[in-house]
């Protein structure tokens, strides 16, 4: 069921089933202000079984201390009553604490939306009985080539994390026919944007029907590496998305070639700072502690922009009167 937000020109919407959030305006707008945050990336922790060259949320930039799964429900609160409509837990690898599933719970009982972004290998091997029902599940897959996926998924002792392509496609299967909605994260370079083809077929065989691709941040691990390894010609990956598209036109195919990302994503870190995303050298950066601030200092804080967080989620404009809702095309 969709989530509501009134606001002054109208309603935000989100809808679970595609994880978008829909601007329904009262009338012709140009332009949709927002003075409360939408979503947030609550990194519940910094820790992995792998250790990825391009991940943007590694270990090694952020804090050792972890919240509790009651201090997270605090935190779920807090972002709810400022009006936050969903988050995504993430990490490191969010299914590696145990407590997962209490800590997913908390959210959805403070009434937000949930997604859990995992790299699929401890919920291959223990089950989907770690997560509960009625969340979305995003799961990372590099390439349609074992070698290749499993080439850059390396495990922490930066060997190939050899088997786990087979492991995470089955998960993939199982959790499509579990009725989760699954969307597949695929983070390109060099090394894998050539496989996006064979991707999308493997894809549409177990049923997937949303796929976001993304280029890879100059930021976390992948900064400390040869930034060209992650550059990639656009031309080329937009004609594979494009021929995907025309196979598959029933999956849902994002593309984003966006690298930079400056204080416009709202991120709360293992120990419950509140942080942004920066690509300019300076990766994460801190706005404080949340449970000490309120949501008037989010507005003035001079290193998150809220005009950019609104423009980030909010891609659809409709316009509406009382429950009627007419698409402006």
């Known amino acids: 069921m969709a989530t509501k937000r009134d606001e002054t020109w109208g309603q935000l919407v989100y809808s679970p089933l595609t994880d978008t959030f829909e601007a329904c305006t009262k009338g012709p707008i ?3 202000a927002i003075d409360r945050p939408i979503s947030a990336g609550c990194i519940v922790t910094g820790k992995c079984n792998l250790k990825c060259q391009y991940c943007y949320g590694n270990d090694e930039s952020l804090p050792t201390e972890e919240l509790s ?10 972002l709810r009553s400022w009006g936050l409509m969903r988050v995504d837990l993430s990490g490191g690898e969010p299914t590696i604490r145990p407590d997962i599933l209490q800590i997913s ?4 009982e403070a009434g937000l939306n949930v997604v859990v972004s995992t790299n699929g290998m401890v919920l291959a091997k223990k089950g989907l009985s770690l997560l509960p029902a009625g969340i979305r599940l995003h799961i990372s897959i590099d390439s349609g080539f074992s070698e290749i996926h499993e080439g850059s998924r390396v495990r922490r002792n930066l060997l190939p994390s050899t088997g786990s392509m087979a492991e995470v496609m089955e998960l993939t299967q199982r959790a499509v026919a579990a009725d989760y909605h699954v969307r597949i994260l695929t983070c390109i370079g060099r090394h894998n944007s050539h496989g996006l083809v064979e991707l999308g077929e493997r894809l549409a065989l177990v049923g997937v029907g949303d796929w976001n691709i993304s280029r890879i941040l100059s930021a976390g691990r992948a900064q400390l590496h040869d930034k060209h390894r992650w550059e990639v010609d656009d031309n080329a990956v937009l004609e594979e998305v494009h021929t995907i598209r025309e196979c598959y036109p029933w999956m849902r195919i994002g593309y984003s070639n966006r690298t930079k990302q400056d204080g416009y994503f709202l991120l709360v870190l293992p120990d419950g700072s509140l942080a942004t995303q920066y690509t300019d050298g300076r990766d994460k950066v801190v706005l404080g502690r949340l449970g000490a601030m309120s949501l008037e200092d989010l507005r003035r804080h001079p290193d998150f922009d809220l005009g950019l967080h609104a423009r980030k989620w909010v891609g659809i404009t409709t316009e509406y009167q009382g429950d009627a809702v007419v698409v402006q095309n």
């Open 105 to 108: 719970v908390a959210a959805m």
């Open 30 to 32: 140009s332009n949709i």
């Open 69 to 78: 799964a009651e201090e997270w429900g605090a935190i779920f609160r807090q």
